[in-house]
Antibody, heavy 114, light 111 residues
Framework: EVQLVESGGGLVQPGGSLRLSCAAS????????MGWVRQAPGKGLEWVAH????????YYVDSVKGRFTISRDNAQKSLHLKINSLRVEETAVYYC???????WGQGTLVTVSS | DAVMTQSPLSLPVTLGQPASISCRSS???????????LNWFQQRPGQSPRRLIY???NRDSGVPDRFSGSGSGTDFTLKISRVEAEDVGVYYC?????????FGQGTKLEI
C-alpha cells in the first residue's frame, strides 16, 4: 500500500523555523518527483515546491524562495521541507505529494503565531 | 504565472443529474511535447486531496467513469455524468505545464 506520512508541524513564532518530513512507503520513491502543497484554514490549495527524482533540480513558488528548502533522501525514502522566517499568513496544513498529485499524505499543521 | 480561474465557485446539484466545472488558464497549457498538463482533484470534507484526472483527460485508477476531463489550450472542463452523494466536496484544477504549478480557486459541489 502506498503511504505518505508527514511530520514536523507545530506551533512556531513569526520568524521561526521548522523542518517538515514526509516518509514514503509502498512504491519506488526514487522514481518519482515529489512536492509540497499547502492549504491555509478554510482556503484553497497552493503549490509550494517540487524536487526531481535525484534531487538535482528544485522549484519553488516565488513567495517562499530563499526561505524554504526542499530536499530528499532516496535511501531513506524521505522528503523534507526546511522552512525559515515563517510568517503568520503561512499557517496551513502542509501536504506532501508524489507524481503530480497521484498520492497525498494526510498533512501536517503548521501554526505561526505569537 | 499561469493563473487558473474556475467557475462556478459554488455548484448546487441534484442527485443523479450531471454537473460541469470550468477551468480557464491565462496561458496555453500545451507543453512542447504536445501534452497538456492539467489535472483535476477532489477534496472531500476533512480529507486530503485526491487526483481524479491527469494530463487533461486520463482518469486515475479507481475513479468512477462518471468523471471525465476535456478541453484544450486554455479552456478545460470536468464533467460528472450523474452526481452521487459521495461527490460532495471541493474540486480543483491544477496546471503543471509551467513553473510555478498553480491551482484554481476551487469549486464547492453541494447537493
Amino acid at each position: 500500500e502506498v503511504q505518505l506520512v508527514e511530520s514536523g508541524g507545530g506551533l512556531v513564532q513569526p520568524g521561526g523555523s521548522l523542518r517538515l518530513s514526509c516518509a514514503a512507503s509502498g512504491f519506488t520513491f526514487s522514481s518519482f518527483w515529489m512536492g509540497w502543497v499547502r492549504q491555509a484554514p478554510g482556503k484553497g490549495l497552493e503549490w509550494v515546491a517540487h524536487i526531481n527524482k535525484d534531487g538535482s533540480a528544485v522549484y519553488y513558488v516565488d513567495s517562499v524562495k530563499g526561505r524554504f528548502t526542499i530536499s530528499r533522501d532516496n535511501a531513506q525514502k524521505s522528503l523534507h521541507l526546511k522552512i525559515n522566517s515563517l510568517r503568520v499568513e503561512e499557517t496551513a496544513v502542509y501536504y506532501c505529494e508524489s507524481d503530480g498529485g497521484r498520492q497525498w499524505g494526510q498533512g501536517t499543521l503548521v501554526t505561526v503565531s505569537s | 504565472d499561469a493563473v487558473m480561474t474556475q467557475s462556478p465557485l459554488s455548484l448546487p446539484v441534484t442527485l443523479g443529474q450531471p454537473a460541469s466545472i470550468s477551468c480557464r488558464s491565462s496561458q496555453s497549457l500545451v507543453y512542447s511535447d504536445g501534452n497538456t498538463y492539467l489535472n483535476w482533484f477532489q477534496q472531500r470534507p476533512g480529507q486530503s486531496p485526491r487526483r481524479l484526472i491527469y494530463n487533461l483527460s486520463n482518469r486515475d485508477s479507481g475513479v468512477p467513469d462518471r468523471f471525465s476531463g476535456s478541453g484544450s489550450g486554455t479552456d478545460f472542463t470536468l464533467k460528472i455524468s450523474r452526481v452521487e452523494a459521495e461527490d460532495v466536496g471541493v474540486y480543483y484544477c491544477m496546471q503543471h505545464t509551467h513553473w510555478p504549478h498553480t491551482f484554481g480557486q476551487g469549486t464547492k459541489l453541494e447537493i
